[in-house]
Each structure stands twice: as structure tokens, then as C-alpha cells.
């Protein structure tokens, strides 16, 4: 491959060849960017092509392209699909890889319930389509919107789009007066086939796989689009309904049925653990001759009463869960060994690839984790592939398990190339030159040099304006990085002053390669539209180390305000109130309590966080479905026996109604409830005059709501 090619050693001839090439992939990258459902190129990828070519055209200034993809900040996104808020979540689910896992999920489930291991327990076992969720609403039996899945609670308006898919009923009869129907839209092999070989003929770009194939489909703007693709849907699931459909999950997917959806002929009842192994190896007997891509087998309990006591947790529900098929493997050259710099300096090894196809998708990338996972060593020190190194040269062996990256799993030594040296990270950082040491304990190397070195700097950027944090419409990673390199924003702050100062002046943004009056006005306004942002958003989009999604919007429900969090968070130092009070929240531990500590004590990055929120206008995070709830924002205690529920079930209800549940009884405790055999925290809250009530009590209370 060219692409390893040191750029130095290139001819002038090589050269002018390399950046038409360059130039080549990087447009259709683009254009298979702003459609999104064509993910050949990883971004990692794409920034190592720009960076290659950027070296090139540095050596050689004369041969620069007038197309050059350094010009390049991305093509202007298209007016999109209206945004659609859906009225129930739509929550993905959490995975079994083996046997193992499954008899735990039901253990799991048991324990929560209460159930003995012997009493009966029920659940339904279905293919999980490999496709792309769909929320259909019904109002009177006529079909009013379809949303996809989006973000799970903000989607796309695509109803023109369904209303073109056959297996999408137009109107019901008999149906509750309002209804959402979901399930997956996938296309089938056959199909999949037939569009790509019409593709080819039409000098159109073939899918990669039958999942983009429906998802490219289902998001065209033109519904005449979508109509010549042929697209199918399977109803497993419902959202809002205004009478329920049954009392059990088989009932509703019969129900569904009933009223002309089509629901999967390989849906099944288990009654237990072996039942649901056996129908998951039945169906993986089926998987290559269905017709249609599934990647593994979900379980759900059958009993909605109990599912609905199971409840949720943050992104997924307790009752189900997605068995998954084992991830394919392929053979291919380790070409080279990248580092990549991430936003918190981690320098992480990154595999180039000779590439190969794994599991429909060619992948040219892969982890490599850290330098002790080259070198045959797993995080605690142990020997992992035998103690096999990995080098530049060898064979390895890469897998993909769902939409993760790709990852090496093995080595085949008998095809090591002579000469071949082991991998030695780099002591310094490749972006900044700073030091890149590792901590006592840690795995992972880090550049030192903080605010200062320009590869954090873009990936901080980048999380910046990710889906979960900014999500800026029209301000993706590939605009941050091009406006970073051209010294427009060095930090999130200057986002906010891109209008003042390239909204008109000599340099304007309407006048960069890609943009226009419209497409800047329209940056400029998305950019205002966020000004006005949710806690949790902010919290997650500074991207501190170990505050992923759900942590920061756990801090945000807990603290409430910007000011309470960030004063919180200067104050919090091990072992006093403010740090306790951070440690109390179910989901925080010490190891991201110092880092937000950290994060909050350190001069640079608190300057450069405050200069953010000077911008903003930040609003208080309110508990979503707490409202009228008579335990909100209380501290609760549970003691005794409970007899109706047990103690996890009784916990997260609490916790769901926006109450506090704490382990003693204190000053601080607004109510204890208190089952037979409560002893010590009963005397104690009679002591401190606590209201005290009963299980029956508290169900009385709660059911209130
Ligand atoms: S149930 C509340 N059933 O898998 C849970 N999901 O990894 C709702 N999927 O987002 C999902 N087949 O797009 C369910 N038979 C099936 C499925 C299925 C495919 C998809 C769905 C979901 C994703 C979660």
C-alpha cells in the first residue's frame, strides 16, 4: 500500500499521483460523511489521509491541488428531517456473549423479583434483526408519524419515507385510540442483492452491508427514493398506547400480528435459562438461511406486570436482554502501528491493516489498546495470547462484535517476516513532544502536555460538539478540526465567538471552500440555538476523564445548578463534606470523584471552562418524571423485612420517583420505611422524630403518583 510509504521518500511524480488519490478518497469520504450511513472510512482514518496529505503538499508546495481536501471543511449539511421528541424512550438493550451471561440475567431477574430459583418465570426468545429501529404512532387507527430511533429521545421525522414500506399498515382497525408500533426496518438479502447490482449499473456507489443498505435508505429526503428500495419492517415492541395489548409480551406481539403488522415467525415462549439457549441455537442454525441479517437472539420477560416492576435502568430495560452471536474473525497484515493522541492524552496504538472484510464491513483499523497489549500483557500484568507480542509484519487476527471497533485478538507466529522488531512506544508525544509517561497502575501512556498540545486540544473539540454533548447542527468533528487548524477555535469558548468575528470583516466564513451565505448563517444560528443548554450536557461535554453520559447527567439530576456543581466540585478534597456528598451518588466512585476534583482545582482548565460558560445560558436539570412525585428530592431509608418487593426493586422505585435512598438513618432522613424486624434505625429515627411508615404504607404513598 502506498499509504504506508514514508512521504519523504516520495518522487515529484509519486507525489502528484498520491494527492490525486488522496483527493479522490477524501471527497467521497465526505459525501459519505454527510449522508452517514456509509461507513467505510473510520474518522481516524480519514484525519491520517488529510494529515498524509498535508505532508505532501508541504513538500512539495507547487503540486497542491486547486480540490485540495486541506481547503476542504465539509460540504454544507442538508436541510435534514424535523426532529421528532419521542413520547417514551426508545432505549436500546444490554448484551449476553455466552451461555453464562443468560443464566445470570434470569438469576438477576429473580433476585430483583423476589422469585425463588424454582418458581415459574417466563420469556420470549426472538431473532434481534440487524436493521434500524422504527417508531410508528397510531392516532384512531391512522398512521400520523414515524420517528427513528435517533438519539432514543430525540429522533427524525421520516413518515413520508415509511408510509412507502409495505409491511407499514397505512390504517388499523381496532386498534387503541393512540398506538406506537416499533420494531426494526431491514432489507432483505435478495433485495439487498438486486439494489446493488442496479447501484453498480447506475456508476453508484454499491452498501457495504444490507443494514446500511436500509438505513441509506429509510433517511433519503425524497420519498421517491426510499419507495424504489425495497424495505421491510418487523413489529416487536410499543411505545405510547392509550389501552394496554395485552398482559403478557407473546400476547402483545399476537396482538400486533392481529392487526397487520408482521412480527417474527421465529418469536418463541421459554420457560427458563435451557429453553431460551436451545431456541438461541435453533435460530443460530437458521441465521444463513433466513433471508435477512440478525446478530444475535433477545429475551424478554414475558409477564408485562413484572416487566413493568423491573422497570429501567439509565439506556436499557431490566426484563430483556440481547444475546449476541459470536463476533466473526478474519486473518490480515498488520501493515503499521499509528499512535493516536485522544482528549485526555492517551496515547493509544493503532493497527493499519492490510484490508479485509469482517462481517460485511472491510475494516482497515483496529485497536491495540495500550503497549501492554502488544506486548502479550492484559491490564493486571497477566499473560494474555500466550504471551505473543504483535509486530509490524505479522499476521494477526481482527474481530468486530457489534458496531465497536475493530479489535486484534491474535497472532499467528508461524508467518512472523524476518527482521521483525518488537513494538516500542513512544516516550514522548508524536502530536506536542511533551512527555508521555505512565502512571503506577495505569496501562495506559499519557502526553503532559495538557492545554498545550494540539491532538488533545481537537479531540476535546471534537467531544466538544459530539451527538451526546453540543451537537452544534452543521459543526462536526471534521468543521472543529479544520477551524482548529487555521487558529479559528482553540477551545470551546471561541465556538460561541465564531459569528463576531467571522460573520462579516475580512475574513468571513461564508467565503471558505464549502460554505456559503446560508450554510454560515445557518452555523452561526445552530451556534445560538445552544447557547440555551441542559446541566448534563455541559457536564458531559468537558470531556473530564471517567464522566461519561450517564455520570454527568447523574451529577446534573443531583446538583442541580451549573453554580451548585461547579462550587461543589472546587470545594470537594478527599475526605470532606463536599467530597462525601459527590461519593454519596449511586454511580460515582473515588477514581471519577478525583478526576472531577482534579479537573475543577486546576487554574488553566478552569479558566478555560468558565470563559465557556460566560456564553451559555444553562439550564437547571429537573428529574424527568418526578413531577407530582410525594417522595421527590426526600431522603428515604428502607429497614425491616419488606414483604411486596425486595430491596433493590424498593430502591430503584425510590430512586425513579426522584426520592434519595440512603443506608443510615440521619438528620438528614425525611422518612424511613420500616418492615418487620426493624430494629437500630427504627429506635434511631424515633429519636430524631422521622416519619415512619410501613411497606404497605409506602406502597399506598407511591401508588399515589
Ligand atoms: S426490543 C426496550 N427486540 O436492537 C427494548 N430490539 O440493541 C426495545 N432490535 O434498538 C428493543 N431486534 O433496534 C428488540 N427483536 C428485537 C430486536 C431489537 C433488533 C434492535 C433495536 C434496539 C437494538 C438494541
Redesign the pocket.
Known amino acids: 500500500m502506498t499509504d504506508t510509504i514514508d512521504t519523504d521518500a516520495l518522487t515529484e511524480d509519486e507525489a502528484r499521483t498520491e494527492l490525486a488519490r488522496l483527493a479522490k478518497i477524501l471527497e467521497q469520504a465526505n459525501a459519505a460523511y454527510h449522508t452517514k450511513d456509509a461507513p467505510e472510512i473510520s474518522d481516524a482514518e480519514y484525519d491520517r489521509l488529510k494529515r498524509r496529505n498535508a505532508a505532501i503538499e508541504a513538500q512539495f508546495p507547487t503540486l497542491k491541488r486547486d480540490d485540495s481536501p486541506s481547503d476542504l471543511v465539509g460540504a454544507p449539511v442538508a436541510d435534514g428531517f424535523s426532529k421528532v421528541t419521542h413520547a417514551v424512550a426508545?432505549?436500546?438493550?444490554a448484551n449476553a456473549f455466552d451461555d453464562a451471561d443468560v443464566t445470570e440475567f434470569d438469576a438477576r431477574i429473580r433476585k430483583y423479583l423476589g422469585f425463588a430459583a424454582d418458581s415459574p418465570l417466563a420469556y420470549t426468545a426472538?431473532?434481534?434483526?440487524d436493521g434500524?429501529?422504527l417508531s410508528l404512532r397510531y392516532e384512531n387507527g391512522k398512521l400520523v408519524q414515524a420517528a427513528t430511533?435517533g438519539d432514543g429521545a430525540v429522533g427524525e421525522n421520516v413518515t413520508a419515507n415509511a408510509r412507502t414500506i409495505e409491511d407499514v399498515p397505512e390504517t388499523l382497525s381496532d386498534a387503541p385510540e393512540v398506538l406506537e408500533v416499533r420494531g426494526?426496518v431491514y432489507m432483505s438479502h435478495p433485495d439487498f442483492e438486486a439494489l446493488n447490482a442496479r447501484q453498480v449499473g447506475a456508476d453508484q456507489k454499491p452498501f457495504a452491508n444490507p443494514r446500511n443498505a436500509a438505513a441509506g435508505s429509510l433517511r433519503q429526503l425524497d420519498a421517491n427514493i426510499t419507495r424504489a428500495r425495497p424495505l421491510r419492517f418487523f413489529a416487536?415492541?410499543w411505545g405510547a398506547l392509550s389501552d394496554p395489548l395485552s398482559d403478557t409480551q407473546m400476547g402483545a406481539i399476537d396482538r400486533l400480528q392481529t392487526l397487520g403488522f408482521a412480527t417474527n415467525p421465529l418469536t418463541q415462549l421459554c420457560d427458563g435459562p435451557d429453553e431460551m439457549i436451545a431456541h438461541y441455537r435453533l435460530i443460530e442454525q437458521k441465521r444463513a438461511t433466513l433471508g435477512y441479517d440478525i446478530d444475535g437472539v433477545?429475551y424478554k420477560v414475558n409477564d408485562l406486570t413484572l416487566q413493568s416492576r423491573l422497570g429501567f435502568r439509565s439506556t436499557t430495560?431490566r426484563w430483556?436482554i440481547?444475546h449476541k452471536f459470536p463476533a466473526e474473525l478474519a486473518w490480515t497484515r498488520l501493515d503499521a502501528i499509528d499512535i493516536q493522541v485522544g482528549r485526555t492524552g492517551a496515547l493509544s496504538p493503532v493497527a493499519r491493516l492490510t484490508p479485509v472484510t469482517v462481517g460485511g464491513v472491510v475494516v482497515s483499523n483496529a485497536t491495540l489498546h495500550n503497549e501492554d497489549y502488544i506486548a502479550g500483557r492484559d491490564n493486571k500484568g497477566d499473560t494474555i495470547r500466550d504471551g505473543k507480542d504483535i509486530r509490524v509484519g505479522d499476521w494477526v487476527q481482527v474481530y468486530r462484535a457489534g458496531d465497536v471497533i475493530p479489535k486484534v485478538a491474535d497472532v499467528d507466529l508461524s508467518k512472523r517476516p524476518e527482521g521483525a522488531v518488537p513494538f516500542e512506544m513512544p516516550g514522548r508525544c508524536p502530536e506536542c513532544g511533551s512527555d508521555a509517561l505512565r502512571e503506577p497502575g495505569d496501562a495506559i501512556r499519557r502526553c503532559t502536555g495538557g492545554l498545550i498540545c494540539p491532538a488533545q486540544a481537537v479531540e476535546k473539540l471534537k467531544h466538544f460538539v459530539s451527538r451526546a454533548a453540543f451537537d452544534i447542527d452543521g459543526l462536526g468533528a471534521k468543521q472543529v478540526e479544520q477551524f482548529h487548524a487555521d487558529g479559528w477555535i482553540a477551545e470551546p469558548a471561541d465556538i460561541f465567538t465564531l459569528r463576531e468575528r467571522y460573520g462579516s470583516g475580512l475574513q468571513q466564513l461564508k467565503n471558505r471552500e464549502g460554505w456559503g451565505e446560508k450554510s454560515a448563517l445557518n452555523l452561526f444560528d445552530a451556534i445560538d440555538d445552544r447557547r440555551n443548554i441542559g446541566l448534563g450536557r455541559v457536564i458531559f461535554a468537558l470531556g473530564i476523564r471517567h464522566v461519561g453520559e450517564v455520570a454527568a447527567n447523574l451529577l446534573a439530576t443531583h446538583y442541580g445548578t451549573w453554580d451548585a456543581f461547579s462550587t461543589a466540585m472546587r470545594a470537594a478534597e478527599d475526605g470532606n463534606d463536599a467530597w462525601e456528598d459527590l461519593l454519596g451518588i449511586d454511580g460515582v466512585g473515588a477514581v471519577m470523584a478525583g478526576s472531577l476534583a482534579t479537573t475543577f482545582n486546576q487554574e488553566a482548565e478552569i479558566a478555560s471552562i468558565y470563559r465557556l460558560v460566560a456564553h451559555l445560558d444553562i439550564e437547571e436539570a429537573v428529574r424527568p418524571d418526578t413531577s407530582g412525585s410525594p417522595v421527590a428530592g426526600k431522603t428515604v431509608v428502607f429497614t425491616g423485612t419488606l414483604e411486596k418487593m425486595t430491596r433493590a426493586e424498593a430502591k430503584a422505585r425510590a430512586e425513579a420517583l426522584g426520592a434519595k435512598v440512603s443506608g443510615s438513618v440521619s438528620a438528614k432522613t425525611d422518612l424511613l420505611v420500616a418492615g418487620p424486624g426493624a430494629g437500630s434505625k427504627a429506635k434511631k429515627a424515633a429519636e430524631l422524630r422521622v416519619e415512619t411508615i410501613d411497606e404497605d404504607g409506602w406502597l399506598d404513598l407511591i401508588e399515589a403518583t
Open positions: 426508545m432505549l436500546s438493550l426472538e431473532p434481534k434483526i434500524l429501529s430511533r426494526e416487536y415492541a433477545v430495560p430483556a440481547a
